[in-house]
């Protein structure tokens, strides 16, 4: 028996907002696909506001430095 894996969806709506020059932390979360999930941005895609990284495993954190 072959069975393919549920489809992949991101279960986080939206993101906290965050405030300047405060720390912030939020993590991701996906349900379905098949696997271990593994975040990354893509090249020209996408950017966070500087200060913030996004770790492998979902968490985006940081301090924000930079209004906009």
């Not at 069975?3 to 979360?29: D, M, R, V, W």
């Not at 893509?42 to 985006?60: D, R, W």
């Not at 954190?61 to 930079?66: A, D, M």
Request: overall charge negative; aromatic content about 8%.
């Amino acid at each position: 028996v072959v069975t393919s894996p549920a489809n992949l969806q991101i279960t986080i709506a939206s993101l906290p907002p965050g405030q300047l020059f405060q720390g912030y932390n939020t993590t991701l979360s996906a349900t379905g696909g098949a696997g271990n999930y593994v975040w990354d941005l893509v090249s020209g895609q996408g950017f966070l506001p500087n200060g913030l990284t996004i770790a492998s495993n979902g968490t985006i954190l940081g301090t924000p430095n930079l209004a906009g």
